[in-house]
């Protein structure tokens, strides 16, 4: 029996496809690579010695799904494939929902019609929108503040109504705060096209001279610098409760909302220096205007993942910093270089 990643090749799916082949199971990858590359899986063979069988093709198309159903034993699914990109989104509305929702209700159809019901989706903190009742726990109410938000709020509720009517759907949401960092190796990490939209990404570019200066947007929040305070997680932590979650999945029919965070807030700026502590180099910065859309403080109560999965971030910061510059240093075109 094998796990389905979709969007398996994608900065997170690659680093769970290797968390997973290293606990024994089998993975296959269904991809588009719109936002990936194969290389990425390849390197997972190399540090695991297995193979993920990755199959190009689209998660909105049924006959893609069918394909990889009929070849392959899927016996649990986590749906990774997804449009990301908060600015693009407001832009192309109507990509992000056609994108991200036809490929939550294909992939459900074609689950249910070959007998699989056991899947791990990838939600978002940014479904908690604008509240400022921090910690953020899962029992809050939903709200979002663009498409690709809303993608995420209504994929939840289409899993949940899905649940709700068949009980042989076993469902864990997972609501990820801010995914940092690379696996140990630096031989995977995080490749963003273009120029990146998120931070840690954007400070890695800088330290290694792509980009002139980081800009830190915002710096009269209300928080200890002034600047935004996120739950970074290292994106190591986050595939392992992915493991969790596919475990709690097995044996839990329904569907079960957890956050994945570490539960302490970090401001930009304790990104920066530590960053620059711990790999010795410089981020040169300007404070910039606010970033439109962004909220002052964003942070996880993880106490639910805990005590329920039994997970939790083991990772610091200094270990995310440390491990996205061995990334970016050894690939410092990503997976082009
Ligand atoms: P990513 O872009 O690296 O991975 C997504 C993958 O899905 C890519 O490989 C892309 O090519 C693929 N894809 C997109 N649409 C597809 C489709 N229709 N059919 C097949 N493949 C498709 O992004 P990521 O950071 O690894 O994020 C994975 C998931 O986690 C996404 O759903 C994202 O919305 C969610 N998420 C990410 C973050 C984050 O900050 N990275 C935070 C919260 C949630
Ligand atoms: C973090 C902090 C910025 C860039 C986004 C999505 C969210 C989720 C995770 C998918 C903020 C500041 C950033 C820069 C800066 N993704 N910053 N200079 O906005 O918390 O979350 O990614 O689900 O939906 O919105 O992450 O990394 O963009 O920003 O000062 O060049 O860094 O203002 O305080 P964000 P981020």
Redesign the pocket.
Known sequence: MAILLTGGAGYIGSHTALTILNSGMDVVVLDNLLNSSEEALKRVEQLTGKKAPLIVGDCTRKEDLEKVFSQYPIEQVVHFAGL?A?GESVEKPLLYYRNNLDATLTLLEVMRAHGCFDIVFS????VYGTIQEMPLRETLPVGCT?P??WT?CMSEQILKDTAAADERFHIVLLR?????GAHESGMIGEDPSGI?????P?ICQVARGRLKE?????HD?PTKDG????DYIHVMDLAEGHLAALHYARDHAGAEVFNLGTGTGY??MD?VNTFEAVNQVKVPYHF?P??P??IAT?YADPAKAKEVLGWSAKRTLTDMCRDAWNWQKHNPDGYRS
Do not use: H, I
Not at 176 to 180: A, E, L, T, W
Not at 227 to 230: L, N
């Open positions: 990301k908060v939600s978002s903190a940014t663009n690709y938000g995420k990820y705060f801010n995914p940092v990146p939209n998120n931070l840690m954007f980081l800009s830190v947007f915002g929040y600047t935004g305070v996120r401001s930009v990104l910039a606010r970033r859309g962004d964003c």
